[in-house]
C-alpha cells in the first residue's frame, strides 16, 4: 500500500482566512514533504519534514505554516494567502530522506 | 539548479517507442521519474541511483549515466495509458538529503 491522502480535495479561499492542509500516511514513513504545482509547471519543494523535524525550508513565506504532529500526520497552515498562492498543494511521503516519494491527490486551492 | 528534459513533447502512435533525456549540471546523488496526467498526483516510476545503473520493469526502463550527470527513460511499444507528463527529479549529491528538484516535464501523447 502507497497510498497518501489529501484533505481536502478543493478549496476557496479569500485573503484574510485562516485554513489547513491535511496530509496522512499510514506505510510507516519517516519523512513528509510539501510540494507547490503551478499549472504545466513542474512541483516545487516547500518543505521537508524528517522523523517529524523540518529539516528542510525553501524559503517559503511565512504565510505558509507546517507542522508535522506526528509521523503520520502533515499539516499545511495557510493564513493571508495572495492569489497568486493558487495552485495544487501536494504531498509526498517516503521511507526515510532520498528514497522514493508517494504522492498524494493533492489539494487545489484558489485565493480570491 | 533544474534539470533539463528534452524533448518537450513527443507524439506516438501505439506501438511505438520513444526516449525521454534528463540532465543536470550538477553531481547527483540520485534521479527520480514520474508520470503525472492531467488533474491528477504524479506516479512513481523507478529511482536511479548514483554508481551508474539501469533498470526496468515491464516496457519502461531507465539508465543514469552518472559521468555526465544524464538520466534517460525509455518506453518501448507505447500504450495509450503511457499518456501524461514525464517529470524527472533529481537530487543532488552531498546536499539537502531529500531535496528532489524536478525538470520542466515532457509531454508525451500516444494516439489509437
Known amino acids: 500500500d502507497t497510498e497518501v491522502t489529501q484533505t481536502p480535495k478543493h478549496l476557496v479561499m479569500g485573503m484574510t482566512n485562516k485554513k489547513s492542509l491535511k496530509c496522512e500516511q499510514h506505510?510507516?514513513?519517516?519523512?513528509m514533504y510539501w510540494y507547490k504545482q503551478k499549472a504545466k509547471k513542474p512541483p516545487e519543494l516547500m518543505f521537508v519534514?524528517?522523523?517529524?523535524?523540518?529539516?528542510i525550508n525553501e524559503s517559503v513565506p511565512s504565510r505558509f505554516s507546517p507542522e508535522c504532529p506526528n509521523s503520520s500526520l502533515l499539516n499545511l497552515h495557510l493564513h493571508a494567502l495572495q492569489p497568486e498562492d493558487s495552485a495544487l498543494y501536494l504531498c509526498?511521503?517516503?521511507?526515510?530522506?532520498?528514497?522514493?516519494?508517494?504522492f498524494g491527490p493533492g489539494t487545489r486551492l484558489l485565493v480570491l | 539548479q533544474q534539470p533539463v528534459q528534452s524533448p518537450q513533447a513527443v507524439i506516438l502512435r501505439e506501438g511505438e517507442d520513444a526516449v525521454i533525456n534528463c540532465s543536470s549540471s550538477k553531481a547527483l546523488y540520485s534521479v527520480h521519474w514520474y508520470r503525472q496526467k492531467h488533474g491528477e498526483a504524479p506516479i512513481f516510476l523507478m529511482i536511479?541511483?548514483?554508481?551508474?545503473e539501469q533498470k526496468g520493469h515491464d516496457k519502461i526502463s531507465a539508465s543514469f549515466n552518472e559521468k555526465k550527470q544524464q538520466s534517460s527513460l525509455y518506453l518501448t511499444a507505447s500504450q495509450l495509458s503511457y499518456s501524461g507528463t514525464y517529470f524527472c527529479g533529481t537530487e543532488r549529491s552531498g546536499t539537502s538529503y531529500g531535496k528532489l528538484t524536478f525538470g520542466q516535464g515532457t509531454i508525451l501523447t500516444v494516439h489509437p
Open positions: 536511479l541511483l548514483k554508481g551508474g
Open positions: 506505510m510507516g514513513h519517516r519523512a
Open positions: 509526498a511521503s517516503s521511507q526515510h530522506r532520498r528514497e522514493t516519494q508517494y
Open positions: 519534514y524528517s522523523y517529524e523535524k523540518l529539516s
